[in-house]
């Protein structure tokens, strides 16, 4: 499975980052567990509709971190990327914490995938 990054996810990922430090391990892991099971697994993560695309949109709502170590199973980060089972391939849109916006760009996801 070839992982891809849009520009904006990394600035989105660069900022968190030096808020969190354990995100690179953190993203690791997540990463590793896309690469076996990129489908949407609820109640953990979840296809996003009603964006009018054809292309698989997947929001995850559950990333372990350890900068939440004590705060609960919900650690607030939110992932948001594509998913091209054809092409072997998954193309990470937006990261951010839950309490800075309360829900995806779609806007963003509409512009890079329509």
């Given at each position: 499975?070839?992982?891809?990054?849009?520009?904006?996810?990394?600035?989105?990922?660069?900022?968190?980052?030096?808020?969190?430090?354990?995100?690179?391990?953190?993203?690791?892991d997540v990463?590793?567990?896309?690469?076996?099971?990129?489908?949407?697994?609820?109640?953990?993560?979840?296809?996003?509709?009603?964006?009018?695309?054809?292309?698989?949109?997947?929001?995850?709502?559950?990333?372990?971190?350890?900068?939440?170590?004590?705060?609960?199973?919900?650690?607030g980060l939110?992932?948001?990327?594509?998913?091209?089972?054809?092409?072997?391939?998954?193309?990470?849109?937006?990261?951010?914490?839950?309490?800075?916006?309360?829900?995806?760009?779609?806007?963003?996801?509409?512009?890079?995938f329509k």
């Amino acid at each position: 499975m070839q992982i891809e990054y849009l520009s904006e996810y990394n600035k989105d990922y660069k900022k968190l980052l030096k808020k969190y430090r354990t995100l690179e391990s953190d993203m690791s892991d997540v990463i590793k567990i896309l690469k076996v099971r990129p489908n949407a697994q609820p109640p953990l993560s979840f296809e996003i509709a009603g964006l009018g695309i054809k292309t698989c949109v997947v929001k995850v709502k559950k990333i372990a971190s350890d900068s939440f170590k004590g705060r609960g199973v919900n650690s607030g980060l939110r992932l948001i990327y594509a998913h091209f089972p054809d092409e072997q391939k998954i193309t990470f849109i937006e990261l951010y914490h839950k309490n800075d916006k309360e829900n995806e760009d779609r806007e963003r996801i509409i512009l890079n995938f329509k």
